[in-house]
């Protein structure tokens, strides 16, 4: 405990340098006007933001990617209490009681228990993501390839049933990104897959062409068939945030405490990222809270419950990307796209070989909450004031920045065209209610499922039972199976 | 076959015909085989497998006249909160394709600079807005702002143009105070 508490020291001293202090401040920065923002989502911004990380330090760099995505959880409640416009979907529930409190004249407190449950729920999932990673990590460093294999197929199948979207569309959207993660020199044989002779695709496509396309340009091209109609929006000059009392605070310690863990919960299990906490959080507060029959009628917990556990599920999310390299979500997944890029590979030995690393990362997360809150609640009104921007001319920009992100990869322009090509193909996902999330996924795992299936093929002699015999690898697999079910059960049961 | 199932079965077809040629594609990879290892087409081969079967199930499901689809957990949660069908503009999304495909042909001519500002004023009009002064305004000091960030600080290799375009470029470079 007293190495844990010292090398957390250490992280915060060395989340005290500038170039970090200055990535988690623009991080914060970003990530508010993302949530804020209907058009921008708070993947999208992330992966938007990760090849201007190319050239910096993988610790800056990864600082900067988490201070957007805690603050992005936090952010679209701003516009969902105050023009009932929900910037991210984890705001939806927020339309329920956040912005029937702010129609009976109390948006400020509305936002004042936003803020608190954020940076609440925020601080507690940090504690536990401090506690529980180096535990998981040591456990995992058992895992051989049959394991690991496992693990990550749970990890994919998490994301199919647990997100959105049909469950066959999720699965030919993860087949989809699993045959590009094939595209290039296989690694035992080197042969080429796939390439159509062309040498720039011998190389492989590049998992940043797939999101930065799919997630960037194809939201761009849906927005634009939609012709930018955004809802107008009302004068905002009275904006800003009162804090309950801590008596106020007091009475709503418990759906405080249980969304908070709810969140950590569902952020850990792999595929259920923010919105499922946010949503999940406030049915249950709706099914067993003490005011449940007030629920949707303005009042504090139906704020604080998905708040709480949307922001409480970042930390939750950030155990097994670090402990076991499995992203759950698309915003930890372009995480781990970050720490890839940079050479460094998430997992049982990231504790050990970059402890410095990770418990910097772990510091910026407290950092960053408390920095969210005081920007949050002192900048309220100009950071609404973005919704004035026409639709037009943000979408303009991503577009350049998805251009410029993608020429910067290899300094290629069929790098540029792929890229396009992924826009498009983002956009047919969108258009047909295909879910995007699997499809990233499946690009960034798939080529480690791989691997991980056929050093498993080597050891074990070709003997597919492997995946099923051995305790742990059992276990997961037992609980891919499970969780494939889950959707099919609760379709059989209404 | 009505038009709605019609359209409804379409991405599924061409689903499984894409599937059916890559996995053809796939049997055709040139490799040295090792006894007792799994060659390099069995991984891409298992993707499109269940690529395949999954357009097919949704196929038979949707022209058996089908119940209701099984949905992931965050769409059953999240259904509520999903926004009304918006009217759509096609011909919008069609001059958008064209603006970016126009841009990756002009970028190696043009250079980063001159098509970076004319992709952006033109954009800009294409999404229906009119204020020609914010338009051309914004274009122009985003387009130096990222070229200082890319081509100055940052010394990203973003296109230069050939000649005469390039002249362009240079003179940004050669701008002084930036």
Request: charged share 10%; aromatic share 10%; with cysteine.
């Amino acid at each position: 405990m007293l190495d844990l508490i010292t090398q957390l020291g250490i992280g915060f001293v060395n989340c005290a340098t500038p170039i970090n202090l200055a990535m988690l401040v623009i991080g914060i920065v970003i990530g508010l006007l993302i949530g804020v923002l209907p058009g921008l989502t708070l993947v999208m911004g992330v992966a938007l933001a990760l090849p201007f990380t190319y050239r910096m330090d993988v610790t800056a760099s990864i600082v900067l990617l988490t201070a957007m995505y805690v603050s992005g959880t936090y952010g679209g409640a701003f516009t969902a209490i105050l023009f009932r416009i929900p910037g991210e979907p984890i705001d939806v529930p927020m339309l329920w009681d956040g912005y029937t409190m702010g129609r009976r004249g109390q948006a400020a407190k509305a936002l004042g228990w936003t803020l608190v449950a954020a940076f609440g729920g925020g601080i507690i999932s940090a504690i536990i993501m401090v506690l529980l990673t180096q535990p998981l990590a040591k456990f995992a460093l058992r895992f051989s390839s049959p394991e690991y294999f496992t693990m990550l197929l749970f990890g994919l199948s998490s994301v199919v049933a647990l997100g959105r979207g049909a469950l066959a569309d999720a699965l030919i959207s993860l087949s989809v990104g699993v045959l590009i993660g094939t595209v290039g020199t296989d690694p035992i044989y080197g042969a080429y897959r796939f390439t159509f002779g062309s040498p720039l695709l011998a190389d492989g496509i590049e998992f940043l062409v797939v999101m930065v396309g799919a997630y960037g340009v194809g939201e761009v091209l849906s927005r634009l068939e939609t012709g930018f109609a955004s809802k107008p929006i009302e004068k905002i000059e009275h904006a800003r945030t009162e804090l309950p009392s801590f008596r106020e605070m007091s009475a709503v310690k418990v759906p405080f405490l249980r969304s908070s863990l709810l969140g950590i919960v569902i952020g850990i299990i792999p595929g259920a990222g923010a919105t499922i906490a946010s949503f999940v959080s406030y049915g249950v507060e709706s099914q067993f809270g003490r005011r449940k029959e007030q629920m949707g009628t303005g009042i504090a917990e139906g704020i604080v419950a998905p708040q709480a556990a949307a922001t409480a599920s970042v930390g939750g999310a950030l155990v097994p990307l670090l402990a076991l390299g499995i992203p759950g979500s698309g915003a930890t997944a372009i995480i781990l796209g970050a720490f890839m890029l940079h050479g460094v590979q998430p997992g049982p030995q990231v504790l050990v070989t970059s402890a410095a690393m990770v418990y910097t990362i772990f510091a910026s997360l407290f950092l960053g909450l408390g920095l969210m809150c005081l920007i949050g609640y002192f900048a309220i009104r100009p950071l609404v004031k973005i919704l004035d921007f026409p639709e037009a001319i943000v979408s303009a920009y991503v577009l350049i920045l998805c251009f410029i992100g993608a020429l910067s990869i290899r300094n290629s322009v069929t790098d540029l065209w792929l890229m396009i090509g992924f826009g498009v193909l983002g956009y047919l996902f969108e258009r047909w209610k295909f879910p995007v999330a699997p499809l990233v996924l499946g690009v960034i795992l798939g080529p480690l499922a791989e691997e991980s299936f056929k050093n498993s093929m080597i050891s074990f002699s070709n003997d597919w039972t492997v995946f099923f015999t051995r305790p742990i690898a059992g276990t997961m697999a037992t609980l891919t199976i499970l969780v494939l079910l889950l959707p099919l059960v609760r379709k059989w049961r209404g | 076959m009505d038009h709605s199932l019609f359209r409804a079965v379409v991405p599924y077809v061409v689903g499984l015909v894409l599937a059916a040629v890559l996995y053809v594609y796939a049997g055709q990879i040139e490799y040295t085989p090792r006894p007792g290892q799994l060659g390099p087409a069995v991984w891409p081969q298992m993707a499109i497998g269940l690529m395949a079967a999954a357009c097919l199930f949704e196929i038979v499901r949707k022209l058996a006249g089908g119940r209701a689809e099984t949905r992931g957990i965050a769409e059953i949660l999240s259904r509520e909160g999903e926004a009304e069908d918006e009217p759509r503009f096609p011909l919008l999304l069609v001059g958008g394709i064209v603006l970016v495909t126009v841009y990756a042909i002009l970028l190696l001519v043009l250079g980063f600079i001159v098509t970076t500002f004319v992709f952006l004023a033109s954009f800009m009009y294409l999404g229906r807005y009119r204020n020609h002064g914010v338009i051309w305004a914004t274009s122009a000091i985003v387009t130096i702002l990222c070229g200082i960030v890319f081509l100055r600080v940052a010394y990203v290799s973003l296109p230069r143009g050939t000649t005469p375009f390039d002249r362009v470029t240079d003179a940004f470079l050669m701008l002084p105070g930036l």
